[in-house]
């Protein structure tokens, strides 16, 4: 009946077992740990080729530390106006950076174009701006859409004409990588992402996620500025166990198809009821739609929580479904919202 | 068989339990569950007053988040050379103030004095100098002596004469605490502590502590520190989950008094071993002690895993005790300390 | 023949001489000299109230400190898209503030609206966004027109009602002020500015600006600021000297007349010749022109310098004038643009 | 009368005259000037090799901009105790370098050990601690010694050991020049040093000083730091020709001769009416000498100015000559102090 944000969900049965299973015995903390140690493998498996793994407990951090690797305290982080790091981190990039600047674009569907980025850029080579650091687009993206890796691929390109890097917060990177029918390695490195935020908190486990490089020149300096972040855990067994059963069996993949699917039955569900389509394409597991003031009302009333969406026209509402969200959840959804509109 | 660091031990098995319970249906994100809403009536009776409370997974971030919330750009921060903030963070302190500075002071039994402090400021109100900002202790020190309350209050006149605050790191305030015999309210703000970095993931949490204010001015200034720190967690229930079952039925003050216990038959164990006492009074559940070298190498040898501590003497050890270390594994290292010694 | 900045212009006479008056025996270092300590008072008279007066060397130094000094780093500054501060600081005052936001709204001639600022703040009070801390405007715009004190009030108001402070950048403030007809007083803090980068080096200074706090309670920590931001000069006598003179005699203000004069001989003569107006009102010393690309070529194989401006349409330039900007000059100018355009 | 630093004294009038020759006509502003842009040319030929010189108006700015340039965040720099960025430039550096830690060394003669700093290093390459960034000394020292060339270079093969850079401040480096009988390569590159903070202001100059870098790879990245600090002058050419005149017909080494033999005169005549040496030996132009309750206040009360410099002793004084001290100043405090003995 909460709809509104897949971190409202708890963490997959089997993260919580594995977390207990983690539970026996002496290990070494600050990563030294026998869970935290095998990530390296586990992700060099997924991703197609060595990388470097730095688990932290939140996505925000690890878009912070991302980006402050790699942008100098005077550069440019190009964003779409509407992404986690320009609206919902309170300055954490900012902050990590050393006081870096964010340059938030518009852009359609969601997504960052070339263009805009271009068009952005100005004054290269002058002391007196701001300099291109990193490009930065949220996988899925705020809206629920996932870029194709064409269009990573031209960004990937926009990067490297200005030294820059390519990063994406993948908060929902399991949703985004089902939907697009790509491999992990053909959405990131291979169409030129530089450095992702590996979510893995939003879709099952409890607070775990991780800076994956795909380069390996600042690794070391990423480890200290974790540390100095105080995103070390002592006891990082946890989050190690953590990210390993999420990525054991498919767990990963599987509850983001689940997600992604639940996504899909609301959305059709809502459109057969209301006779509008979603605002934006439903790629992933979020859906935004304009329910009309009435049935928005009825919904809450019944209990359903989501948020509202101004600017996507009457009754504006994101919706997010998770891991967790069931049929039964989202049929009633659909039965209030039929009742709402005088159906049966 | 592992004494380097009570951050080698697992979570109490009450707190995985208390994770698990936690983890059914949806709970609203970022703090505003019911475990977390719950603990600032949790911790109001602790300490016999309001106070604001806010969770975090690493002790690092509390502390770097308690002090750079009294401690502008300018600020010194005062502390004993040996403390966490100093030697062990990386500078965390440094990096959330914006560029404080820490004074590192000597002091005997790991402890600051009003003198050394008084001694150390100097040129007050001298544009040209940083500032007083901040008095920080460790409480437990860091060599596992306790502060008296004697001993806080004159580091909280110091303080207020010139108006810095006291801050205690207690990543093992329950240690130091049991070991008190006084109350949490003697122990800090009736002492004259304004913030307190409370520890709980090395005494049996999973990974949680807390920055606690005493006062009720800078709360809101701490909030947004901790979100752009990366530090507000989504799920943040089960932040909130370990923290009430770690202060439920006493399981903090049974887990303290049970490492602090084995320390004490440690430490005899040893003595009567070596003959000789430990290098500073064992007062918490560390032990610095001078093994010898041969009984260093042969406790080594025969598995016992324990960090050098050069400076107190020959084979210098330190060994840490947790809310899990049993009699067995105490008395194994004492068997095994006697045949190196030659004994039965 | 130069009107591509009125920083390209050296230091009025008078400035010399005062440098060169000052230089004689011995004098106390970083500020305690007579000179700097008259600046109180002079600035009291100007302003008609007391204020706290902060020499620096630069433009840039000044707005980056004024706003650091009411902007935590979690903070956000409205300002219009076109603000130094925004465009030519290389992110001064992020660096200053530990990370704050800058956010640039458009606004006609210009100037930012209290409209576009309301708009602008979102989710106050929640700790995942920015907070607003700070308006910043430029008096004269970079645009070269000048803010009317209802204006100017309307967005103290706005200000207010958000607690946020209101800042000037007055890099061309005498420009302004003699443009304004108002008093300094009513220019600034009686319209709701509280704190104001006053601006000396463009309009006749060889290197002198300063911070003006309307209020006293920040001013101590600007003190710190200043140092710490290695802006405090030890033979400060040669600031206080330059600022002195400055306002001595009213050179100031016969400075900024001369220049918005010359602006207006300027711009008569081009809209004569061209046919067309500025772009934008000229108020100040700025003007803003479609010059037509045959002329601005023109202009330039004769020798004039000046800055393109895109956007303005063809031919589009942007000329400053200065204190000593020559009739002589402008006459040429507008003779060679008359000579382009096949006249005689 | 005033021995209490040498910035208390004005500009030498060359400077002043090289300042009004500057002042004719436009000049493109920010450094683009001819006399800025001539100084790169000036510095190789007197470093013997190409450098980067970055001029900026104090010494504070120039020795925080040229740490942070080489100090990452997680940086320690290593310095000796009294070094002026360490207790007087309210933590610049630490701001500059976004929270990197200082660690102040105590040393015999004001100079920093490579042992001590070999000493004060641990862990490197242990996330949890602060890294090895740079060591800093200041030639000549805060009392008034020279380091010797091999001294440097020993300095510079520790920086190297441990991949530091070795930083000098050289707020008095003409005067540690003249005494050191060494080139001005020899004293720097040749032994190690790999950047200089270069001092003018102090020996005769109104307010100048500049980065020097004797490598070319981090230029483009000072230069970011400078605009974004506030210390690009827009009238840049009055920082020009204060540094090219201070350069030519060996100004700065005349002024720094002339200071430091003031130095010998004052030291020798006050050895003579005390009967005892200076605390230090007097290489440079500070003093350190304990004169004596007695002498000292019949000196203030005679007018004469100077720091107390308790420590040294009783009566225990710091005076500092410039370039600008005469022969009579020197005499009269001698017979003051001859007076104050119960001499003639």
Redesign the interface.
Known sequence: ??F??D?????H?AV?EA??A?????????GHDEWTQRLGQRFAEIFERPVTVMP??????????ALATFT???GSIYCHAGAHIN??????P?????????CALDGAQGKLSPAAVENAIQREGD?????PAAISISQATEIGTVYRTDEIAALGEAARRHRMVLHADGARFANALVSSGKSAAELTWKAGVDVLSFGA??NGC??ADAVVLFGDERGG?L?????????????S???GAQLEVYLANELWLRNARHANAAAQRLAAGLERVLGIAPAERVEANEIFIALGAPVAMALRSAGF?FYDWPGIGDGGARLVTSWDTSDEAIDALVAAATRARGGA
Chains 1, 2, 3, 4 share one sequence.
């Open positions: 009946m909460d509104r944000s971190n409202v969900s708890g963490a049965p919580i977390i207990a983690a539970n026996h015995g002496a290990a070494a903390g600050y932290v407990a939140t996505g925000t951090a690890a878009n912070a530390l100098p305290p005077w609206v919902a981190e309170c300055g954490a900012d902050f990590y950076s050393g006081g870096a600047r964010l002391v007196h701006a701001n300099q908190t939003k409890m607070g300096e480890a200290y500025r974790r540390k100095r972040g105080g995103h070390l855990l002592s006891k067994r946890f989050l929580l």
